[in-house]
């Protein structure tokens, strides 16, 4: 996990501040979750969020 941001319903351009710096031409994924109510990320607890077929909702970006 580079970082977590905590977003309330809607449309969001957010910016996330990271906990390590990424590595130019790698290529990292960002990966929606569901807060379990607590308001804390925790990747053990917070569900994934997934499409209508199931597959999680997540967009691979290049660093640069």
Known sequence: VLGAKLLDAGVHQPTVNLLRDTTEGEYYEVVL????GDK??????????????????SMQFEAY
Do not use: R
């Open 33 to 36: 979750y569901k807060d379990d």
């Open 40 to 57: 804390d990320f925790d990747l053990n607890t917070d569900p994934l969020m997934t499409e209508s077929s199931g597959s999680p909702i």
